[in-house]
């Protein structure tokens, strides 16, 4: 399905038909572990596309070099790198969000999304479709990751972005910042997400419908 | 069907006219002993919360059940039983919006979403205290001294800062007090007295089976005996046996909670079971976390996620029933 559609369409595939977080359910760990501040999920959506920008595009490079039975190892080696060198820019320019994301930064290595787009698409696909595949999939996640923490923020500390949005009298529900929480939510919000889909799918065909009668 | 002898081989099953309704009715009728003792205890505030946990129950089921075009099976009464024990786990400070969330959560979010009634996989009410308790912490561990007969003046209840008499050393309540329920507490685990007339009651109806409360409280009898070594003393404080058993909500648990048809094991053997697993739950967690000083809800729901494993390893042997012969082997 990949080989006709244009840029654009790439690029799109990523953020709504397969949002990494909405519609594959891949990169629950991050997901689910980071997803309690809107500051930190923003961090994590940002590092996990620049890592997955970067290494669709070098193994897109390389995929007529790299043998086809040290291929996976190949893959470790690259993300390792652009993990590597988030983790460091990170570190030296902004310190206080890499503290509070702590492990998970180095753990972007294993993150299935990446591993995932490596494996099905930037190795079977030119660079330019694999750098937008790369963007597409890392806005998805970083869209999705976004408004989990926002509506977990909102919830679970009455705050947005740390500023205090809840009247004074509302009582932050304070297990929706828990890891608990967080399946509870991550499900509620699939629920609506994709509702959400299935009205505007419903929608586009019955227009389609009507446009052939 | 006049004879009132049937001669018919086993299994003998005794389900003439036995429904969920007619059973919810009795759970129903066990319970309210216990919410007159609450509201008396606590006055208005008890039967607000009571009120309001029943009617966001009963409607969030109603209309759970209507958006998703299924059919409405609110007068089963079930939501009623699940409103009526989340109220039971609420204290008599806690704001009206907190029954009312937590009945939502635990009709629609613990069981409807699981596929109503007889596919959740915990007990509604609990789950739903529990996520409360992890949530308002403070406004749910507030205790409220009771005012056993004021009970038009809600607003002059003085909360107490631990969470049951169980957090306190030395102990300051009476074994009477413990039993009749004047000690503060959550609405419906206080009094003790009609806790127990209604489980008898409901064991009598056969409505619940006596081997859970009853394997249940021994475990926690012989448990408690060993690690404080006496049955009752005054001078002890909350070290003897007859303290522990009498606070917190471990009578509530036994007969209303650990009960649950829907999460508890099916097999008699399993039944034994998991009362055994409550109580050893609530002893470690009584004993050895500080951090929690009542552990019944926790106890209870760990032992519900384990019902599906306790009901496949109990499966009864069938009559006759001789192994394989390869299986031997096998093992």
């Keep these: 399905m990949s080989g006709k559609k244009g840029i654009t369409a790439v690029f799109m595939n990523g953020i709504i038909n397969e949002n990494p977080t909405f519609r594959l359910l891949l990169g629950m760990c991050p997901t689910l572990a980071i997803s309690t501040a809107v500051t930190q999920g923003v961090g994590m959506g940002l590092a996990t596309t620049f890592v997955l920008v970067f290494s669709n595009l070098v193994i897109s490079l390389l995929r007529n070099v790299i043998p086809e039975k040290v291929r996976i190892p190949s893959f470790v080696v690259v993300i390792a790198t652009f993990v590597t060198i988030v983790d460091l820019l990170l570190k030296a320019f902004i310190p206080s969000l890499s503290q509070s994301l702590g492990l998970y930064i180095p753990l972007i290595v294993v993150n299935c999304i990446i591993f995932a787009r490596a494996e099905s698409y930037a190795f079977k696909n030119p660079p330019l479709r694999a750098l937008a595949d790369g963007f597409g999939m890392g806005f998805g996640f970083t869209l999705a990751i976004t408004l989990l923490s926002a509506v977990r923020e909102v919830i679970g500390s009455g705050t947005f972005l740390g500023i205090q949005v809840m009247p004074a009298a509302y009582h932050p529900m304070a297990i929706v910042i828990r890891p608990p929480g967080g399946f509870v939510m991550l499900g509620l919000l699939l629920l609506v997400v994709n509702a959400v889909i299935k009205a505007v799918d419903k929608r586009k065909l019955a227009k389609a419908k009507e446009e052939i009668a | ?331």
């Excluded at chain 2, 005794?14 to 066990?30: C, F, I, K, Q, Y």
């Excluded at chain 2, 099976?73 to 786990?89: P, Q, R, W, Y």
């Excluded at chain 2, 039993?179 to 064991?203: H, N, Q, R, V, W």
């Excluded at chain 2, 019944?296 to 760990?302: K, M, N, P, Q, R």
Aim: aromatic share 10%; charged share 10%; with cysteine.
């Design chain 2, 1 to 331: 069907m006049q004879r009132k002898l049937i001669v018919a081989s086993s299994p003998h099953l005794r389900n003439e006219g036995v429904s969920t309704r007619r059973l919810m009715l009795d759970v129903v009728l066990a319970m309210l002993p216990t919410a007159v003792a609450s509201v008396w205890f606590f006055g208005g505030s008890a039967l607000m919360l009571l009120v309001v946990a029943i009617l966001s129950a009963v409607a969030g089921e109603f209309f759970y059940q209507k958006h998703t075009h299924q059919k409405v099976t609110v007068s089963d009464g079930s939501a009623i039983v699940t409103g009526m024990l989340l109220a039971f786990n609420l204290p008599a400070s806690a704001p009206w919006w907190i029954a009312m969330i937590g009945s939502l959560i635990a009709i629609i979010l613990v069981k409807q979403m699981f596929g109503g009634l007889g596919n959740n996989f915990m007990n509604p009410a609990l789950a739903a205290r529990t996520i409360m308790m992890l949530s308002w912490t403070s406004l749910m561990a507030a205790n409220v001294l009771p005012h056993a007969g004021q009970w038009l003046a809600p607003q002059t209840v003085d909360a107490v800062a631990s969470a049951t008499p169980l957090g306190e050393s030395p102990a300051s309540y009476t074994l009477w007090q413990l039993f009749s329920g004047d000690i503060p507490g959550m609405l419906g685990e206080t009094c003790k007295l009609t806790l127990l007339a209604g489980g008898l009651y409901l064991i009598i109806r056969r409505v619940i089976d006596w081997r859970i409360p009853v394997s249940f409280l021994v475990t926690a009898f012989v448990l408690f005996w060993i690690k404080t070594g006496t049955i009752y003393s005054a001078e002890s404080g909350s070290e003897n046996v007859l303290y522990q058993l009498l606070s917190g909500g471990l009578i509530l648990g036994a007969f209303f909670m650990a009960t649950d048809y829907v999460t508890s094991p099916v097999s008699p053997l399993g039944r034994i079971i998991m009362g055994v697993g409550c109580a050893g739950m609530l002893f470690v967690i009584r004993a050895f976390n500080p951090s929690y000083p009542e552990g019944c809800s926790f106890a209870i729901l760990f032992m519900n996620v384990l019902t599906p494993l306790i009901d496949k390893l109990t499966v009864p042997k069938p009559f006759g029933y001789v192994k394989p012969a390869g299986s031997a082997k096998e093992a």
